[in-house]
């Protein structure tokens, strides 16, 4: 199974949305995001304890990560990384910036 069929199959991508701070982001899990800051983990840490990149992948998403900030992981598969940015110009009133690939379709 390639790398975007596991993340697919596994799990479902967050919804997409202009956070508080005006940045497009995944909509974070307030439970998720609670436990990694309550600790005794952090990222580094979790992204070194042998866990499948789908779910790292998908914890990205559940922290609230930024979807431009997404697309710069070496986790993040590029086809995900397509389908969000495409969500997160549906978001935008300006011209989209994923390219000739950013046709509305998901």
């Not at 975007?4 to 967050?14: D, G, I, L, S």
């Not at 940015?85 to 009133?93: F, G, H, I, P, Q």
Request: charged share 25%; proline share 3%; hydrophobic share 35%.
């Amino acid at each position: 199974m390639d790398w975007y069929a596991e993340v697919k199959k596994h799990h479902k991508m967050q919804e997409i949305v202009v956070a508080d701070d005006g940045v497009i982001r995944f909509r974070q899990n307030a439970i998720v995001n609670f436990l990694l800051e309550a600790g005794p983990f952090d990222l580094n840490q979790i992204s070194m304890m042998g866990f499948s990149r789908a779910d790292y992948t998908q914890l990205m998403q559940l922290i609230g990560y930024s979807v431009s900030g997404y697309g710069e992981l070496s986790t993040s598969p590029s086809k995900l990384v397509r389908r969000a940015d495409r969500k997160a110009c549906e978001l935008t009133d300006g011209p989209c910036w994923c390219g000739d690939d950013c046709d509305g379709q998901s």
